[in-house]
C-alpha cells in the first residue's frame, strides 16, 4: 500500500485538499463506488471510511530515538544479495527490486529508515500485498514512530492510522479540483502542524491509472545547499508558523470531519536531521503560515521566494512512478511533494499513507 498526500495550503485550502477526501461525507453505511465499467476497487478493505462521531485527543509530546541510529551503515539486511538498486538522481530517489517490505527484520526496518533518511525517497517494486493487511502495515509502521492519526481524511474501518486517497469515475479528480488555480501542483511536508511531524513515512499503491496521477518529491537538503553562504546565515535562527486550522475549516464547511482540534506550531526555517546530521529548509505552501517576528509583507515575501526556489528545482526533484506493487517510503523531515493529478477522470487512483510522527524539529 502506498501513502499519497493531500495538498493543502493557508490561501489555497479549498483548492488544494483533493486526495484526502475529508469532504466526502463518507460514514459506515456508505460502500464502494464502482467504475461503470468494473467491480469497485480492487481493495475495497480500504475504501476511504469516516465516522462523524470519531475524536482524537490532542497529539501528546514523545521520547524519540531515530531507528536509523542502530542501523549499520552497510545496511546487510536491507541491501542483500540479489536486491537491484537503481539510482533516481544524485540528489534524492532509489528505486529497489528484490526487498519485500513486509518480510523486512527489525534490523532491516532500522536499515530502511537510514536508507530513507540518505537518499529522501525510497520506491520498493513487485511488493506482494498479499503478504501485509492492515496489522502488518500498521506494525512496520510503528517501528519507525507513533502514527499520525489525520483529523479530516478519510480512513480505514477499525484502523484509524490510516489516511485512504482515493478517486474513480463517480469521485473523479475534476469534481474537486475546479476554482480558480491554473494548476494543481502544490508542495508540502505531511502535517508539518504536528508538535513532532512525521519521519519516515509509508505509501503503498493499491490502484493506480495507466498513466499519470505520480507524485513528485524534492529534497529540502538540496535546496538549502543550493543557496548561499549569506542567504543561509541570514535563514538560521528564524521560526515559521505551521497551521492545521485551513484544513480542518475547509473539511468542516464540506461537512467532513474534524477529529481534532486544530494546531498551529512554529519550527526552524532550517532544521537538522538526527541521523545524517543534514540541513533542510522546514516549510511547505501546504501548512506554512508565517515567518515568526517578521511583518506580514516580510514574511510573505521571504516565504514566497522558498516556495518558488523549490518548485523550480527541477535538478533536486524526481517522480515517483506508480506501477502495480509499489510502496514508496520517504523522510517527511527533509522532502516536500506534490501529487499530479493529471490522469483521466474515469480512471480509478487508490492508495493508503501511514505517518508515524518523529522528533521535535532541531534547528540547524
Known amino acids: ?6 495538498t493543502e495550503t493557508a490561501t489555497q485550502t479549498t483548492e488544494n485538499v483533493t486526495d484526502g477526501i475529508a469532504h466526502l461525507k463518507l460514514n459506515s453505511e456508505e460502500t464502494p463506488a464502482a467504475n461503470v465499467d468494473d467491480n469497485g476497487p480492487a481493495y475495497p478493505l480500504y475504501y476511504p471510511y469516516s465516522d462523524p462521531q470519531e475524536k482524537f485527543p490532542p497529539t501528546e509530546l514523545f521520547d524519540f530515538i531515530d531507528p536509523g541510529l ?14 537491484i538498486t537503481k ?26 529508515a537510514l536508507f530513507a533518511a540518505e537518499r529522501k525517497l525510497v520506491v520498493l517494486r513487485d511488493q506482494d500485498f498479499k503478504d501485509i493487511g492492515p496489522d502488518r502495515q500498521i506494525e512496520i509502521a510503528r517501528h519507525f514512530g507513533p502514527i499520525q492519526r489525520n ?24 469534481e474537486y479540483l475546479s476554482g480558480s488555480r491554473a494548476n494543481h501542483v502544490n508542495w508540502h511536508s505531511d502535517v508539518s502542524y ?5 519521519g519516515t513515512t509509508i505509501f503503498f499503491i493499491l490502484e493506480q491509472p495507466e498513466f499519470g496521477g505520480d507524485t513528485i518529491f524534492a529534497s529540502q537538503v538540496e ?10 546565515k541570514r535563514l538560521e535562527g528564524l521560526r515559521a508558523v505551521h497551521s492545521a486550522v485551513p ?15 486544530p494546531i498551529e506550531t512554529d519550527h526552524p526555517v532550517v532544521r537538522q536531521h ?3 546530521g543534514e540541513k533542510a529548509l522546514y516549510v511547505n505552501e501546504g501548512f506554512t503560515k508565517n515567518v515568526v517576528g517578521f511583518k506580514a509583507e516580510e514574511s510573505e515575501y521571504l516565504l514566497n521566494f522558498l516556495y518558488d526556489h523549490i518548485s523550480k528545482g527541477a535538478d533536486f526533484q524526481v517522480r515517483a512512478s506508480y506501477e502495480p506493487g509499489t510502496v514508496v517510503v520517504w523522510d517527511n523531515r527533509v522532502t516536500v511533494h506534490t501529487a499530479t493529478p493529471d490522469y483521466d477522470n474515469s480512471a480509478r487512483r487508490h492508495a493508503a499513507r501511514l505517518t508515524p510522527q518523529a522528533e521535535v524539529p532541531v534547528s540547524a
Not at 528484490?98 to 527484520?105: A, D, E, H, I
Not at 483529523?151 to 475534476?174: M, Q, W
Not at 535546496?223 to 543561509?232: Q, V
Open 1 to 6: 500500500m502506498a501513502p499519497e498526500l493531500t
Open 70 to 83: 542502530r542501523a549499520d551503515p552497510a545496511k546487510p539486511h536491507l541491501l542483500a544479495e540479489g536486491v
Open 87 to 112: 539510482l533516481i538522481s544524485p540528489y534524492i530517489g532509489t528505486e529497489l527490486r528484490g526487498v519485500q517490505l513486509s518480510q523486512l527484520s527489525k534490523e532491516g526496518l532500522d536499515e530502511l
Open 151 to 174: 483529523a479530516t481524511s478519510g480512513n480505514v474501518k477499525g484502523y484509524p492510522e490510516f489516511h485512504i486517497v482515493y478517486r474513480d469515475a463517480k469521485r473523479n479528480r475534476r
Open 194 to 198: 504536528e508538535k513532532q511531524p512525521p
Open 223 to 232: 535546496a538549502y545547499n543550493r543557496l548561499s553562504p549569506e542567504f543561509k
Open 247 to 261: 484544513h480542518a475549516e475547509y473539511s468542516r464547511k464540506r461537512g467532513g470531519p474534524v477529529r481534532r482540534y
Open 274 to 276: 538526527p541521523v545524517t
